[in-house]
């Protein structure tokens, strides 16, 4: 048979795509702009049909109705990162967490330690080989897409096909819709006053020639902001975003210093505007990897200069981030700052920054404090933080004792509450 008849058999309707679907299975969903919007509409109108069915992904973007506490025993959300749609379910307990590394989730599928009967999926238009282009999300979804009982696609030529290994054949495919809707837009976040005076601490810090890892955030991209007049930066990311493009576009990153993949920009998923997917379309400067290439440590090492720059909720005087919590709370995920941190620290003159607001709820609560609250998901540990950024400045905490950690990080704390935190420290006998 050949490609394109081959295509024709499997195009379908999304209810039939997700007939597809069996009691009890499990489903994998790419991140964030990856989900198929049509497909998973018709799973939430179908929901009812079902019984002990799991969706899960590591950001979900849009709230679809079986995001629905009253049909968990039909089909249940799970999380491996929480956002909008989900954190008030996960914090409530009728949404599902799943904690990973985000570089260790396709190995963890391989294995089964993570189940993946059914993967639904935005895809590319198919080329002439058979190919479609996974593009907005490599992720974990290549991983179970070699996994899965059913493999079913959401073409949309709104998709960019990007090279990379990134790619699913048609004879990999169980059924497949087509829909023309414009591929989610998802805006930079809004940056301040305090965020641009911690971009422009980390800004003045990173070298020419250094390959950048920004995670997403109003400081990370404060920080870009600022780099626009640097010269042959690099990219090897898992997002790769609108700051990123604006860098890209400034002439300042060429990739040309880069040790690994030089020449090449390296993501896992991309999260941005339509001219982003228009720039990812075909273009040979960009590959689109699973998730376990781009954040793996070793792999990203491999380029001296690594900077990998990542935000946190909160860190104690020992320097243990708590970057996914309020507390106990649920509140994002782990994701890929601990694989980034350990990769720059691992790079020849890499830098790994934490960055941080020095207060939160309008300078009433200190976001540096002696001990974590109670129940904190720990995401960047102790042994791994190196460089914290506050808008009150730098601390360097790698290769220093408690005490000295203790100083600096009290040092970039807010004035007005040096003193309390002074006082807590000699309790705890770190001054």
Known sequence: MS??????????SAPEAIG?????????????VGEPPTLLTALSEQRRQFHDVKVAQILAVRKYGYIDPETVEHVRPVAFFFGAGTRAGGQAGWIDFIPSYFSEMPSQIERGQIPADVVL????????????????GADYTMAAVAKARSVVLEVNPNVPFAYGNCHVHIS????????????????????????????KYVADMIDDGSTLQIGYGGIPDAVVMQLTRKHDLGIHTEMIGDGILTLIESGAVTNRKKNYLPGKMVATFALGSRKLYQFMDRNPGLEIHPVDFTNDPYLAAKNDKLVAINATLQI??????????????PY?????????????????????????PATA??????????????????STSKNDINYVVTEFGVAQLRGKSAKQRTQELIAIAHPNFRAELTESARQMQLL
């Open 316 to 329: 104690d005087f020992m320097g243990q981030c708590g970057s996914e919590s309020l507390g106990y709370l």
């Open 172 to 199: 990999q495919v169980s059924a497949l819709i087509e829909s023309i809707e414009p591929v989610l837009e998802v805006g930079l976040p809004k940056i301040g006053p305090v965020q641009e005076a911690i971009g």
């Open 3 to 12: 490609i394109q008849n081959l295509y024709q058999s499997k195009r379908c």
């Open 332 to 356: 994002s995920g782990t994701g890929g700052q601990t694989d980034f941190v350990r990769a720059a620290n691992r790079s020849r003159d890499g830098k790994a920054f934490i960055v941080l």
């Open 361 to 378: 709820k309008n300078d009433c609560i200190s976001r540096i404090v002696p001990t974590l609250a109670p129940g904190t998901h720990v």
């Open 121 to 136: 999926t935005m895809a590319s238009p198919m080329d002439q080989h058979g190919y479609f282009s996974l593009s907005l």
């Open 20 to 32: 597809l679907i069996q009691n009890g299975d499990f489903v994998i969903v790419p991140t964030g």
